[in-house]
């Protein structure tokens, strides 16, 4: 068969998939076109495409979505194929037909085979006469209450009632029992017709602790056919994947080779070509029955990658190009086990909902071996409420299953944000599950586990502990330096109180506690509360300033990490992030009061001034408040006596260290 190399690949997509795709083409030599909107003119895949055209407004529905527009640009870059990504347009019939009549390749499937998978209920019919397992139920045409009756008495319950259209949990139903059926039925019904403008609905028994196990396939145009082994994409919040993992653990090795075929006969009934995915639900029994096929790229298709060390995107293109799958299925090999973690600008505090902000710090996992992260974001990036909120994808690979675990948990630990509420810690607790560990998962593993997975591994003494020691390095009197004074085990301030005090605000909330330095990188900070105390031990091996600390906090290892943003600071504790406001008000020992200078602690503004010159004061006396990072600071008399100048006033901005009281100790009464 004639083969038509591609020069001028057109991306329809942005974020992550487009600089991924990019990167395979680019290597090859090929020439890539993005198309972006007017929110994504800076974004990495823009600066990254050879050719960047603007294509509308911000909205989708003005730019990404609009077929005339990526074809218009596509023409006008002579582009000679498009690739989709995923999302978008990447199921969308009519970009594929209308790229078949220009005479431009399209990257995936052809119009009549992603059509053929565009309706549940038709494509469970072409599936079925494959000869693939499909969970017992009804798809029928005839949508009268009659019919379902008869059809739910012959599937049994509990049933699952769903819309034929369309997906995302819309126009679904969980019936128990026959009572049910009627009312479910009519709200799917009516459900479904205002999401997707097709009232269809289809019945199938609910199964009710499945896996989603699916299996990447792979066809060229010459009709040949591989599987490219499984993965298992159960961890799910509101439908949507956040971990995934190949090969899917677990399942017996003649079950995963019949899941196997059965998916390739998926794509043979439909004349599929290219990169696809066949979804299963997958029982403990060892059954399996198909869901749906996706005709396009997904978004986990790196652990397929890395397990088997193809490049599903080169593969992609060479398909497109016409050229034949050079291997028998037997050629195929799966080596070792890898997992993905998506990362989502979202709050898993607040229901999962997005996040919008800016990126002032962003720190990816590096120079971690077998580790892999595809990311769509740079520092200084603004995250809009316009698209999706997955910013970036980390993949490790492993000998086996907890090898690769360990080794995700572990780049996780290494990707840092501020200005962004992220996912990273959420997705960390369910890697360090027991369960998950174990494999033990099923499609409601959140929902089973959601009080487990909600706890931070954190106390809020123990953030403050930490939050104490990130400023400290902030600082940079944290070296390892024997003649550092932090080497020394009491205060390094010479005539100073062998115990500092410390503010810091968490979430809101002020707080306030003793640190004493107790040797060479150890402190002991003193919390105060109720009439009661608590001590916290820290210790800790310093790197190079700015680097990361290894930390023990009582019975925990802790890898600390910071960034800055004026005056907040990110604190990064493993995989967990807080944002602290550190105010550390510097004792006047009794230097102060011999030296008769009362200097401010700190950086900071002047809210009140309580003396003038010539007054007498007490001991302990407030003279000037300052406020720092949002709280304040009372300078106070150190002993009895009078005041002899004041050089501050109200709304002064003065600089630590600098003057602001001169103070002549002595008994005036």
């Known amino acids: 068969m004639t083969t038509t190399a591609i020069k001028t690949l057109l991306i329809a997509n942005r974020g992550e998939i487009a600089l991924r795709i990019m990167r395979t083409a680019q290597a090859s030599g090929i020439h890539c076109v993005a198309v972006y909107s007017e929110a994504d003119s800076t974004a990495p895949f823009v600066l990254q495409a050879d050719t960047a055209i603007c294509i509308g407004p911000a909205a989708a529905t003005e730019s990404y979505l609009k077929v005339d527009a990526i074809l218009q640009a596509a023409r006008d870059t002579r582009a000679d194929a498009i690739h989709p990504g995923y999302g978008f347009l990447s199921e969308n019939t009519t970009l ?87 009312d479910a039925i009519a709200g799917a019904q009516r459900e479904a017709q205002s999401s997707f403008g097709d009232a269809h609905l289809l019945m199938e028994r609910y199964l009710e602790t499945p896996r989603h196990v699916e299996v990447q396939v792979l066809f060229d145009t010459q009709g040949n056919g591989r599987y490219l082994f499984d993965r298992d994409c159960s961890v799910q919040r509101r439908h949507q994947k956040i971990i995934e993992e190949a090969p899917a653990p677990g399942i017996p090795d003649n079950v995963r080779k019949a899941m196997g075929e059965a998916a390739v006969r998926c794509g043979e009934a439909i004349g599929y070509v290219g990169a696809g995915t066949v979804e299963f639900l997958y029982e403990s029994s060892g059954e399996f029955f198909f869901m749906e096929m996706n005709t396009r790229l997904q978004v986990e298709h790196p652990v397929t990658e890395m397990i088997t060390g193809l490049d599903l995107v080169d593969w992609q293109l060479k398909v497109a190009e016409g050229q034949a799958l050079p291997w028998a299925q037997e050629d195929l090999r799966c080596r070792g086990h890898a997992m993905e973690a998506r990362v989502y600008a979202e709050d898993p505090d607040n229901d999962f909902l997005p996040v919008t902000g800016t990126l002032h710090h962003l720190r990816e996992p590096s120079g971690l071996a077998n580790v892999r992260v595809d990311s769509g974001v740079a520092e200084g990036q603004e995250i809009t409420p316009w698209y999706d909120p997955m910013l970036a994808k980390v993949i490790a690979w492993g000998e086996d299953r907890d090898k690769a ?107 306030s506690f003793q640190y004493q330095l107790t040797g060479n990188m150890q402190a002991i900070l003193t919390f105060a509360a109720e009439g009661k105390t608590e001590e916290v031990n820290l210790s800790w091996v310093s790197h190079e300033v700015g680097s990361s600390l290894t930390v023990r906090l009582g019975s925990k290892r802790v890898r600390l990490a910071l960034a800055e943003h004026g005056e907040k600071l990110g604190v990064f504790a493993d995989a967990c992030h807080w944002i602290a406001l550190v105010n550390h008000p510097e004792e006047q020992g009794d230097d102060a009061a011999s030296d008769g200078k009362l200097a401010a602690p700190m950086h900071g503004r002047v809210t009140a001034v309580s003396c003038a010159a010539g007054d007498t004061v007490k001991a302990g006396a407030s003279l000037v408040v300052m406020e720092a990072m949002k709280m304040e600071h009372a300078l106070k008399a150190p002993a009895d006596g009078r005041i002899i100048a004041v050089h501050c006033g109200v709304d002064d901005s003065v600089s630590s260290g600098q003057i602001l009281v001169e103070f002549e100790a002595g008994d005036e009464s």
Not at 162 to 175: F, T
Not at 460 to 473: M, R
């Open 405 to 511: 675990r360990q080794q995700l948990l572990a780049a996780l630990a290494d990707y840092n944000v501020m200005g962004v509420t992220l996912n990273i810690d959420f997705v960390s607790r369910v890697l360090k599950h027991p369960a998950f560990a174990g494999a033990d998962l099923t499609t409601h593993f959140i929902e089973q586990y959601e009080s487990e997975l909600g706890e931070s591994p954190f106390s809020v003494q123990e953030k403050l502990a930490l939050s104490w020691l990130a400023w400290q390095q902030s600082t940079r009197a944290m070296v390892d330096d024997t003649d550092s004074p932090w080497a020394h085990s009491d205060s390094f301030r010479l005539g100073g109180p062998a115990q500092q005090r410390c503010e810091i605000r968490l979430a809101g909330e002020d707080h």
């Open 96 to 182: 594929a037909s209308q790229c078949e009549a220009e005479g431009i390749l399209f990257v995936g499937p052809p119009a009549d085979a992603i059509a053929s998978m565009g309706s549940k209920s038709a494509a469970k019919a072409l599936i079925d006469k494959a000869g693939v397992p499909l969970v017992p139920g009804y798809h029928g045409d005839e949508q009268t209450a009659e019919r379902f009756r008869t059809e739910a008495e012959k599937t049994g319950f509990p049933l699952l009632i769903k819309a034929s259209a369309g997906g995302g949990g819309k126009g679904m139903r969980v019936v128990r029992d026959m009572s049910e059926l009627d």
